[in-house]
């Protein structure tokens, strides 16, 4: 085909401007990604700082979580032990039946300075500070 040589004969003679265009382009798609990042921030009003923070937070939240329904697994399956003989419950039973740690409560962030994604913008735009 003829694309090879076209290709080849504007990379022998243009191959700065070329290569100037390909390193622009890479610029571009970084510099949009940073764009993107940083308007997910004013939507939700938080700074990178507290993303990290709120990442360590609900992680904390989980492994509590979990902690909390282990003991509960941990003391329901004592409890059958002490309690009075009663026949074993069927295999399929037990098959199908939830594990006690699935029971865990979601975790939710509630982020206090979150008023609305268009409030939000406003807060940015027009800071409090300057009304």
Same mark, same amino acid.
């Given at each position: 085909?003829?694309?090879?040589?076209?290709?080849?004969?504007? /990379?022998?003679?243009?191959?700065?401007? +070329?290569? /100037?265009?390909?390193?622009?382009?890479?610029?571009? @798609? @970084?510099?949009?990604?940073?764009?993107?990042?940083? +308007? $997910?921030?004013? /939507?939700?009003?938080?700074?990178?700082?507290?993303?990290? $923070?709120?990442?360590?937070?609900?992680? /904390?939240?989980?492994?509590?979580?979990?902690? $909390?329904?282990?003991?509960?697994?941990? $003391?329901?399956?004592?409890?059958? @032990?002490?309690?009075?003989?009663?026949?074993?419950?069927?295999?399929? =039973?037990?098959?199908?039946?939830?594990?006690?740690?699935?029971?865990?409560? =979601?975790?939710?962030?509630?982020? +206090?300075?979150?008023?609305?994604? @268009?409030?939000?913008?406003?807060?940015?735009?027009?800071?409090?500070?300057?009304?």
């Amino acid at each position: 085909g003829l694309a090879p040589h076209v290709a080849q004969w504007l /990379l022998n003679f243009y191959n700065t401007q +070329i290569l /100037l265009m390909v390193f622009l382009g890479i610029v571009s @798609l @970084l510099m949009a990604a940073f764009l993107g990042y940083h +308007i $997910k921030l004013c /939507l939700y009003n938080t700074t990178t700082n507290e993303t990290f $923070k709120w990442q360590d937070h609900l992680r /904390l939240q989980r492994k509590i979580n979990e902690a $909390k329904a282990s003991t509960a697994a941990l $003391k329901a399956s004592l409890s059958e @032990l002490t309690a009075e003989s009663k026949p074993p419950p069927s295999k399929w =039973k037990s098959f199908f039946r939830r594990s006690p740690l699935e029971g865990t409560e =979601k975790v939710v962030k509630k982020n +206090i300075y979150d008023k609305g994604i @268009l409030h939000n913008l406003c807060e940015v735009v027009f800071p409090p500070s300057t009304r």
